[in-house]
């Protein structure tokens, strides 16, 4: 029996022991299993964050490249749109030297004709000059300048030649005496510029010693009202005013409702609004013209006009600057007004001329739907024309002033 006892102690004490020597070895295996799964967790977390990371990498990179491709797509545009303005301007510029000599301007028995409307600085055109021969008694033909800082002329009873001194415009006119009365006068416009592309052999070297670059372009308005079918013109310079380069290159934003050609004459085809653009061919410098095309009969824009006409013609420090521009003149000199809009001159004007009866005006403003440049020679009495107070350079047009009108457009 004691022999029993002692078996079944001795067995369990074995099972006991047994017992404790495997709970240590289960328990390491269930705890590195869990450091299995953690770290299997981590390295799938890893793998997702750098597949991310890549992705993200080469979305950059794609982004990047397609960046990079636009920029040389546009460049190449770029390029290309000069490279063609560049070759427009240089084929337009044989055109005009092969076709710009002008046709006969005529008013009565005498009549003229310049060889080139624009000539280049210190150069040369000739003008010819052709009276009725039924004309009879002693003839002589005076010939002038409206800028003799733009331009000067020197003639006889056979001719003129007209030489470029400054970049700018000028009025050319002849007036024929028979007998020492005045008996009939006609004038043509003359444009100077760096751009030379007509007229005789040159004078001499750029007075300005050297080449002067483009720093900017302006335009004479940034908003242009024309009625369908009619055109007007937007006048750009490039500056400094003595700039080597004065090429500039027009474009229209919207060629269905305004055209434009390669002189800045835009021409109402639609109802709509454009916006043409000045860009100097030196420097790619712009300005723009926000331009509306409207029916004729619209009363809107007669509105609009006198709107206009008000806020700019009337505008007293416009009419306070042209009598100060009198005023402050060179001796003999002529004050260039030019506008794209309607103008107008009022009793300051009148007086400051009065004060200065040495000193003309070369005005540029719409007529009709046209553009016009109206010389008013020194000495010029203005006050007939006042009305209240003002008056508009239109108003000359109705008139029998015997002032030098030239149509531009």
Same mark, same amino acid.
């Given at each position: 029996?004691?022999?029993?006892?002692?078996?079944?102690?001795?067995?369990?004490?074995?099972?006991?022991?047994?017992?404790?020597?495997?709970?240590?070895?289960?328990?390491?295996?269930?705890?590195?299993? $869990?450091?299995?799964?953690?770290?299997?967790?981590?390295?799938?977390?890893? +793998?997702?964050?750098?597949?991310? +990371?890549?992705?993200?990498?080469?979305?950059?990179?794609?982004?990047?490249?397609?960046?990079?491709?636009?920029?040389?797509?546009?460049?190449?545009?770029? $390029?290309? $749109?000069?490279?063609?303005?560049?070759?427009? +301007? +240089?084929?337009?510029?044989?055109?005009?030297?092969?076709?710009?000599?002008?046709?006969?301007?005529?008013?009565?028995?005498?009549?003229?004709?310049?060889?080139?409307?624009?000539?280049?600085?210190?150069?040369?055109?000739?003008?010819?000059?052709?009276?009725?021969?039924?004309?009879?008694?002693?003839?002589?033909?005076?010939?002038?300048?409206?800028?003799?800082?733009?331009?000067?002329?020197?003639?006889?009873?056979?001719?003129?030649?007209?030489?470029?001194?400054?970049?700018?415009?000028?009025?050319?006119?002849?007036?024929?005496?028979?007998?020492?009365?005045?008996?009939?006068?006609?004038?043509?416009?003359?444009?100077?510029?760096?751009?030379?592309?007509?007229?005789?052999?040159?004078?001499?070297?750029?007075?300005?010693?050297?080449?002067?670059?483009?720093?900017?372009?302006?335009?004479?308005?940034?908003?242009?009202?024309?009625?369908?079918?009619?055109?007007?013109?937007?006048?750009?310079?490039?500056?400094?005013?003595?700039?080597?380069?004065?090429?500039?290159?027009?474009?229209?934003?919207?060629?269905?409702?305004?055209?434009?050609?390669?002189?800045?004459?835009?021409?109402?085809?639609?109802?709509?609004?454009?916006?043409?653009?000045?860009?100097?061919? $030196?420097?790619?410098?712009?300005?723009?013209?926000?331009?509306?095309?409207?029916?004729?009969?619209?009363?809107?824009?007669?509105?609009?006009?006198?709107?206009?006409?008000?806020?700019?013609?009337?505008?007293?420090?416009?009419?306070?600057?042209?009598?100060?521009?009198?005023?402050?003149?060179?001796?003999?000199?002529?004050?260039?007004? !030019?506008?794209?809009?309607?103008?107008?001159?009022?009793?300051?004007?009148?007086?400051?001329?009065?004060?200065?009866?040495?000193?003309?005006?070369?005005?540029?403003?719409?007529?009709?739907?046209?553009?016009?440049?109206?010389?008013?020679?020194?000495?010029?009495?203005? !006050?007939?024309?006042?009305?209240?107070?003002?008056?508009?350079?239109?108003?000359?047009?109705?008139?029998?002033?015997?002032?030098?009108?030239?149509?531009?457009?």
């Amino acid at each position: 029996m004691l022999k029993r006892v002692l078996r079944f102690f001795t067995g369990a004490l074995l099972v006991a022991l047994l017992s404790l020597a495997v709970c240590p070895y289960t328990a390491v295996s269930v705890h590195a299993e $869990e450091e299995s799964l953690r770290d299997q967790r981590e390295r799938l977390e890893r +793998e997702e964050r750098e597949q991310r +990371e890549r992705e993200e990498r080469e979305k950059r990179e794609r982004e990047e490249a397609e960046r990079a491709e636009k920029e040389q797509r546009e460049r190449e545009e770029r $390029e290309r $749109e000069e490279r063609e303005a560049r070759e427009r +301007e +240089e084929r337009e510029r044989k055109e005009r030297e092969n076709s710009d000599v002008g046709s006969w301007q005529k008013d009565g028995v005498l009549s003229i004709r310049i060889g080139y409307s624009h000539i280049g600085l210190e150069k040369s055109t000739d003008v010819e000059v052709r009276i009725d021969p039924n004309v009879s008694g002693k003839k002589k033909v005076i010939w002038e300048s409206s800028n003799t800082n733009v331009a000067k002329v020197d003639g006889d009873d056979s001719g003129a030649r007209v030489t470029g001194i400054n970049s700018g415009s000028a009025t050319i006119t002849a007036t024929l005496y028979v007998d020492g009365n005045k008996r009939d006068w006609v004038a043509t416009g003359v444009s100077v510029g760096s751009d030379y592309y007509g007229g005789g052999s040159s004078s001499g070297s750029n007075s300005s010693g050297g080449y002067a670059g483009v720093n900017g372009i302006t335009v004479n308005t940034s908003y242009l009202t024309i009625f369908k079918g009619l055109a007007a013109r937007v006048y750009a310079a490039v500056t400094p005013g003595n700039a080597s380069n004065q090429g500039i290159t027009f474009g229209s934003s919207n060629s269905y409702v305004a055209a434009v050609d390669a002189f800045g004459n835009v021409l109402g085809l639609n109802p709509g609004s454009a916006i043409i653009t000045a860009r100097s061919n $030196e420097g790619g410098y712009t300005a723009i013209v926000n331009v509306v095309v409207v029916e004729n009969a619209s009363t809107d824009v007669t509105a609009l006009n006198n709107q206009l006409a008000l806020s700019a013609g009337r505008n007293p420090t416009f009419l306070y600057a042209l009598a100060s521009s009198v005023l402050t003149a060179p001796l003999g000199g002529t004050v260039p007004l !030019t506008a794209i809009m309607p103008m107008s001159f009022d009793l300051n004007v009148v007086n400051a001329l009065r004060m200065r009866p040495d000193v003309s005006i070369l005005a540029t403003f719409p007529y009709q739907g046209h553009m016009v440049t109206m010389a008013v020679p020194a000495g010029f009495d203005l !006050t007939p024309y006042l009305d209240n107070g003002y008056a508009d350079w239109s108003v000359l047009m109705t008139k029998k002033t015997g002032l030098p009108v030239i149509y531009l457009n």
